[in-house]
């Protein structure tokens, strides 16, 4: 499936049936399908690259980095994919010297232009292994694979879809609410940029509202929006314009305040009824 974006520049991109849905095993958990092996060649290139780049730049702080989302299940389309490589450290992340980052991404983007992102993130080991971070277990049980390091993955508890696995949801509420003060100030750098941020995350705490209902999982924004619309077909039309404002972001300030206000607003109330988790 594949069709027209509403939105109306020339550039506007194609919207297409991309994306992965995890199901769950016979015990309702939430079945990984990424390995090492399934990365694609030239994406294991990038990922050398990043973990070289770890190991001389903070040695000794590095403890293990995966890859998670696309990549890892080896279905990363050139040109649409980003990397994402979480890497775990030993210490306080605010501590870490990263000032060779920017140009490690710059690097990164010339050396490999098919890549359409490089999201580098830092976070301490022991704030995941003890569940204090309680988002990141999430992501690397469920959609992440170790490419360097001790892998922690096997140590993690299994999650299932529901109240234990919600990411986008988390503090949704304030999101919403800070993101609409924000666009009330009228200061914004960038729009588009905002725009972007904005829709991804009411396309993933959308889909959050169903996914125990619905017994998958997934990050990926097409499946996000068609499994959503299959529970609420009443606001398929709303989630839609979301999805091509994700993939075709706006600078129409006032666009973006009547979603936010509409089904932004309405998916705060939905979670607290469907999870009762006071936003």
Not at 20 to 31: C, F, K, M, W
Not at 118 to 131: M, R
Not at 190 to 210: H, N, S, T, Y
Not at 254 to 265: A, F, H, Q, S
Request: proline fraction near 6%; hydrophobic fraction near 35%.
């Amino acid at each position: 499936e594949e069709f027209e974006p509403k939105i109306g520049h020339k550039d506007a991109t194609k919207i297409q049936a991309i994306g992965t849905a995890l199901s769950v095993d016979e015990n309702g958990y939430i079945q990984s399908e990424s390995a090492v092996e399934k990365i694609p060649s030239n994406w294991r290139l990038i990922i050398d690259d990043i973990v070289k780049a770890y190991t001389k730049n903070i040695p000794g702080q590095v403890h293990s980095i995966y890859v998670k989302g696309s990549v890892g299940r080896g279905t990363p389309i050139e040109n649409i994919s980003d990397i994402d490589c979480l890497t775990l450290v030993t210490g306080p992340v605010d501590e870490l010297d990263l000032s060779w980052l920017p140009d490690l991404q710059k690097t990164l983007k010339e050396k490999y232009p098919f890549c359409t992102d490089f999201d580098l993130p830092h976070k301490n080991v022991g704030d995941i292994v003890s569940g204090k971070n309680k988002i990141a277990p999430v992501l690397l049980k469920t959609m992440a694979v170790c490419v360097y390091g001790d892998n922690i993955i096997p140590d993690l508890p299994k999650v299932k879809p529901g109240k234990d696995s919600l990411i986008a949801s988390r503090n949704y509420g304030d999101f919403i609410n800070k993101k609409l003060q924000l666009f009330a100030s009228g200061e914004i750098a960038d729009v588009p940029m905002q725009c972007k941020v904005i829709m991804k995350r009411i396309l993933r705490a959308g889909f959050e509202l169903v996914m125990e209902r619905d017994q998958t999982f997934t990050r990926d924004l097409y499946p996000c929006y068609k499994i959503f619309s299959k529970y609420y077909p009443e606001k398929e039309d709303e989630m839609r314009e979301v999805l091509d404002l994700a993939i075709n972001p706006t600078d129409d300030k006032e666009k973006i305040l009547n979603i936010l206000n509409n089904l932004g607003r309405w998916i705060v109330d939905e979670l607290e009824s469907v999870y009762s988790i006071k936003q």
